[in-house]
């Protein structure tokens, strides 16, 4: 955990974050993301490019989508981070996709897996696995989808999850040994795991599972992040906080999942370094 | 209509449902989607993707967009219902359109046909006679779109309706006559038939044609709600009816389309079954 | 400029409209183009489709984004104006979009070239070569595009801009020299010239740029009103002065970039032609 210095660790034992320190630490990365503007490259499903557009300029990112063949690999040689969703894989977003995870491998650039409704679906699902077997950075989903990933399972019916999150902690751990990736688990408590620590993150709102993309996002963000430190188990923790921080801030104060949109956005912009270390619920 | 009991018919001499009936359905129908929750299949326009599944949820399905083919078809036969809207059609979408119809059919999954703009335009013209003769549950469209697609017209200018909505009567009879199909033509008046019988729905405001995909998210409702009954003459109007007395709840409290749009998908959300039932305007 | 009548020129020895011209012109455009719903073909990226068409919707344009081929021409053709943006250059849209470019030349429909992201990306640094041959009405971008689409430069990294609004204009005059089109490069202050006259523009506000499209809408926004006269500089000054009057004064009542989005829309809608000449800042 780079971020952290030593005098601030609570296991002197270890070179482990403490809760608290995922909770300081967050606050902290937060402030580096609006120093630094990451580009971030999404190819990601027609349904929600315009949502994780507006997610990743309201936070303090730059967005850009550049997902066919022949741009996407150079696009992600230059790019800060790189998120891959199989959610409508055309044929061209299929061949940028790899093409964008070798060109990442091979200059370093973080890149996000998103399996999205993989398990009966025949095409994502041999495309998530020939990326699972390219090394993601970082792989995130919900439980139905983390569970069909390490093949403990038979996927869910589309974007819903029906598993439990805790009910993916096998699966997860399971991923993160053999890709080497850190897995977020998406849920009402998102579980997060390197393949030897599991951290539970419980900030959020329900609403956030009633705009279309609120998940898918979220993989962004964590693209995001992971270009400002190299514990990518610490930048998905505070990805994650941050973007669930502000949700639950603009559920307080919205009537809907249609007023929730613009005033998440809102609240994603003016989120704040102590904000986040305040609220943060993280285990 | 299956779900009314006999005694509360007012035509006791027929099977066909009262204007009351149609109202009070409109409310137990909406409580049943809520309780199924009816995962819709939106093969949909690169512009009203996002809006369409925000409506979904918003409204109490759960939205999918499986548009590519070898998948389309595999989860049109597990999704509760179908839209196949014609708006931008690129080839693997036609192929999944395609694939997707003739899967639903087979497993008696329901599916809405929205034959955007056609008329002039040479490959969604084709598409949409292709998929007509594989006789859709719904179709749905503008006057203009109504009529081309009964031959009876030269089309539109794109997504525009430039014909009034009694004019596609005829056009919308003989569609239901020779396709099976119950025809909505949406306008300020929403006119419904099944072949027969004309059922006229009025709730609504002018500004749900200010945001785009106001017509075409009514596709992907009228598939959720054709899941919940058998009989889609009344499903067709009960999802017109829930739909467009949201619409004018919220722009009752909006100032533009812009504020209009996230207080249509609150309203979608907070909807209940007795405030369609009060505010059903249905002829 | 057309619309002016001679006795309220204040250059009476060229036929150039003074500042106070390009004012008053532009409200009376917005007039003009509410009387005539300009219907506004746009071909544009996945990101901004949504967005681009409840853009016009607001303004009171009619959007449709007929983008592939074989009908891409044939509506080029019968629309009043295309947009052509390079954002995610499909193979089918890249086809789409040299189809809409000819026929529109061939029908006189103006049109816009947005060459999102070109210099590196070889796909749409060629296919942006090939459109500038055909001659686009006119061309928007940001500085670091047009100073690459000029071969001037090295261009941007994605849709950003490093560049200043003002080391654009010699690339900017040269593409308009050349091509004969107005160019359009977007930046705190809108900088456009026909090659000869050089005007800036200096309403908006930054928000704009934290929502996703808030430049791309603005090529179909200049497509609406190239339909309305045939002064393209002024129809280009008129439609980026209305355009970014109602983002400012969205902006004084708007939190963030998320309420901003629905406001801006609200204030497109409400605008009216003495609001735009009142708050126009040309020079």
């Known amino acids: ?98 093409e964008a995870a070798s060109a990442a491998n091979d200059a370093g650039t973080p890149w996000v897996l998103d399996p999205v409704a993989v398990g009966f679906l025949p095409v994502r699902t041999a495309l998530a696995a020939e990326l699972l077997a390219l090394r993601p950075t970082i792989v995130r989903g919900n439980a139905s989808e983390i569970i069909a990933l390490a093949g403990l399972g038979a996927g869910g019916r589309g974007v819903d ?55 898918c996002a979220l993989g962004a963000v964590l693209a995001a992040f992971a270009s400002l430190d190299d514990d990518r188990l610490l930048t998905t923790v505070a990805a994650t906080t941050a973007y669930t921080v502000a949700a639950q801030l603009a559920a307080a104060e919205s009537r809907g999942p249609g007023s929730f949109a613009p005033a998440f956005l809102d609240h994603l912009h003016l989120l704040d370094a102590d904000t986040v270390r305040s609220l943060a619920v993280i285990a």
């Open 1 to 98: 955990m780079s971020i952290r210095t030593p005098q601030q660790s609570a296991h002197p034992s270890t070179d482990e974050p403490s809760v608290g320190e995922f909770a300081s630490a967050s606050g902290d990365l937060l402030d580096r993301l609006r120093e630094r503007t990451p580009l971030v490259q999404s190819i990601t499903n027609a349904v929600v490019t315009n949502f994780t557009a507006n997610v990743l300029l309201a936070i303090g990112a730059a967005p850009a989508m550049t997902d066919i063949p022949t741009e996407a690999g150079p696009f992600a040689r230059i790019a800060s981070g790189v998120l891959l969703n199989l959610g409508t894989p055309q044929a061209e977003q299929r061949e940028a996709m790899v």
């Open 161 to 215: 999850s029906t598993d439990a999150v805790d009910s993916a902690i096998e699966a997860a751990t399971a991923i993160a040994r053999t890709s080497g990736a850190v897995v977020a688990v998406s849920g009402p408590t998102d579980v997060i795991t390197d393949g030897e620590r599991i951290v539970r993150c419980s900030n959020g709102h329900a609403w956030l599972t009633l705009v279309t993309g609120g998940g």
